[in-house]
């Protein structure tokens, strides 16, 4: 059956107050003339769903918010939208039938909480439906409420040039795919069947690639066969273990070359070098205690110099006598001074006699830094005969050295390149061995790239086989929807009476119309408002067919923007365009919803629909003054 959507409300919250329109109606018709705002309207409630929309100036600089309250299925929402750019990504989301604020949903398809989510849900749908290509190499992308609106809003820009963009090639297959969806033509296990089959073709292709890559790897290694890089490996083993016992021949060959006198030799060189670095040990610490004693010795010669300076000092000062205060200038030679006492501070001033304590620690600090004079020449003299032994253990070490160089030249150096050659051979030999169980590991690689590429063509194969096995099972209803769409279609274009139309159908791949035996396309299309009225009619149809195909989703909701725009002074068009929107929401009362946005309407059927009106005066955002008719630029001048 199909899905029930109806658009109940639309509040505009603008910079001078609200702005609300209620559709109670089946049919209802903005009317007015061009630039008072009805698109902008329409594109605001394509905006309050969550998408990107076409925003009028007005729009932008005066209105806050848009909320629309929807009925779809068995749900009813209210979402309200901000304009402003840094909240706009956010839509606040009410529960109409519980009155509970359910969380924020977001714009962006990957949030946790979106809005396309909850739209496709709520149609019955996933949101995670993919349009695949039949032969693909990809899953697809996915399918949206954006590509389910494009069969339920017909903007202003599109009902004159194409159907639910059907001009841009790249749209086609989720056009397709969307059209299947809501006639039952295709559903979600076929769609994921097809996307994970599509999958596995990209997952062979890589897989081919890889396996290509590195049997071309190999065919440059000059193995064309796995047992050629087998028969090599065993030639490098052979040739490893051949090495590796000449090595072990030559290191026992070697071993009795080596006699007790070179090892004598080579025990007193390793005594010799232990001694050496002991007396470098001595030496060492013989300078810094001459380095210790010699800074000490500076340190006395210093206190003695500073007490013979006091002293000096002592005697140049004892013998002066104050005749004023040299802190206050004041007079002292008429003061009574006791006896014993300073002129100056008037305290007892003994004369003593340190002469004699000055000589005592003179003579303590002269026989300190004679002592230590003593200790450093002592130390000097031992440091030379520490640098003579060392100086004749490293004569001792070097002869050594040299009678150990030669015994070994006489007796090892002959066999040394032999033991080199050796040593080469067996790294070569490993390195070849190395290099032939890479190219053997690469073998294995292509049998598991083969294997693999067998297993995912297989499991492709199964997939193509159940798409088709299910994809069979609906043929039938396919026949059936685009038999009585052709049907439908058929008609439809004669009731209105489209002039030049002498045969017209659906076609069965692409869904789109066949007007005198070709597909309507950017270069098929028939002049003017003719275009319009084709567009009307298949619109008509896709909803009247959706209504007696069992399995429909469609949703039985129409928004029009402008299709009198086009026609011109041709009223009987209009007339009879009108007279079929009219006839098919009255065949259906209460189950289908048509908005339409247009200039002048037929003044034949005005019973039939409610009309909201607008002028350069009550404009459709009332609440902001329009700047007139001089003054108009509409949305699609703008883009």
Request: hydrophobic letters at 40%; aromatic letters at 4%; a negative charge.
């Amino acid at each position: 059956m199909t899905t029930r959507f109806r658009l109940d409300l639309v509040r505009l919250d603008t910079t001078e107050g609200a702005v609300e329109y209620r559709f109670r109606s089946d049919l209802t018709v903005l009317a007015g003339p061009t630039g008072v705002g009805k698109t902008t309207l329409l594109e605001l409630i394509k905006f309050g769903f969550g998408l990107d929309a076409a925003l009028a100036p007005v729009a932008l600089k005066h209105i806050e918010s848009v909320t629309i309250d929807v009925r779809i299925g068995d749900t009813r929402l209210q979402l309200a939208r901000s304009l402003d750019r840094a909240k706009r990504r956010t839509v606040r989301v009410t529960d109409l039938i519980t009155q509970d604020r359910l969380p924020d949903h977001n714009v962006s398809l990957d949030a946790e909480y979106s809005v396309n989510s909850l739209l496709m849900t709520s149609l019955g749908l996933r949101d995670d439906l993919r349009a695949s290509s039949e032969k693909g190499k990809k899953a697809g992308n996915r399918v949206t409420f954006a590509d389910i609106l494009t069969y339920l809003y017909i903007p202003q820009r599109q009902i004159n040039l194409d159907i639910a963009f059907s001009q841009d090639n790249f749209r086609n297959l989720k056009r397709r795919t969307v059209f299947e969806l809501l006639y039952g033509l295709t559903d979600a296990e076929i769609l994921d069947l097809r996307a994970q089959a599509n999958t596995l073709t990209n997952d062979i292709a890589v897989a081919e690639a890889r396996h290509a890559a590195v049997v071309d790897f190999l065919h440059q290694s000059g193995t064309s066969q796995r047992e050629e890089a087998e028969s090599q490996l065993r030639a490098a083993e052979a040739s490893e273990a051949a090495a590796a016992q000449q090595l072990t021949q030559l290191r026992d060959e070697l071993d009795p070359v080596i006699d007790s006198n070179t090892r004598a030799l080579r025990d007193l060189l390793s005594d010799a070098e232990r001694g050496a670095a002991d007396l470098a040990a001595v030496i060492a610490d013989i300078n810094r205690r001459q380095s210790q004693l010699a800074a000490e010795r500076r340190r006395v010669e210093a206190d003695m110099g500073k007490l013979g300076r006091m002293r000096e000092a002592n005697l140049v000062l004892a013998n002066i006598e104050f005749s004023v205060c040299p802190r206050c200038m004041q007079s002292l030679e008429h003061r009574e001074i006791p006896a014993n006492a300073c002129r100056v501070c008037l305290q007892q001033d003994p004369v003593n006699d340190s002469a004699s304590e000055d000589q005592y620690e003179t003579r303590q600090l002269r026989d300190q830094i004679q002592e230590m004079s003593e200790q450093i020449v002592a130390l000097a003299s031992q440091r030379r005969m520490v640098e003579q032994t060392a100086a004749e253990k490293n004569r001792l070490i070097d002869l050594l050295n040299t009678q150990i160089e030669q015994r070994t030249a006489e007796r090892i150096s002959p066999r040394l390149q032999v033991f080199s050659d050796a040593a080469q051979a067996l790294a070569s030999a490993r390195s070849e061995q190395q290099r032939w169980e890479a190219i053997l590991r690469q073998w294995d690689t292509v049998a598991d790239l083969s294997r693999h590429v067998r297993t995912l063509s297989s499991q492709r194969a199964q997939l193509e086989s159940d798409v088709k096995l299910a994809q069979q099972a609906l043929d039938k209803q396919r026949t059936e929807v685009i038999n009585a769409l052709s049907e439908e279609f058929d008609a439809t274009v004669r009731a209105i009476g489209i002039p030049g139309v002498n045969s017209a159908t659906i076609d069965p791949k692409k869904y789109l119309p066949v007007i005198n035996g070709d597909v309507f396309s950017k270069n098929n299309q028939l002049g003017g408002g003719l275009t319009t009225t084709t567009q009307i009619a298949y619109w008509c149809s896709l909803v009247a067919v959706a209504l007696r195909t069992p399995g429909s989703l469609y949703p039985l909701f129409l928004l029009i923007d402008s299709p009198r725009m086009a026609l011109n002074t041709a009223t009987g068009l209009s007339k009879a365009m009108y007279g079929r929107l009219t006839t098919l929401v009255g065949t259906l009362p209460g189950r289908l919803q048509v908005i339409i946005a247009d200039n002048e309407l037929p003044k034949e059927y005005r019973a039939n629909y409610a009309q909201i009106d607008f002028t350069y005066a009550t404009p459709t955002v009332s609440t902001i003054p329009h700047p007139g008719p001089n003054a108009v630029q509409t949305i699609e001048e703008r883009t």
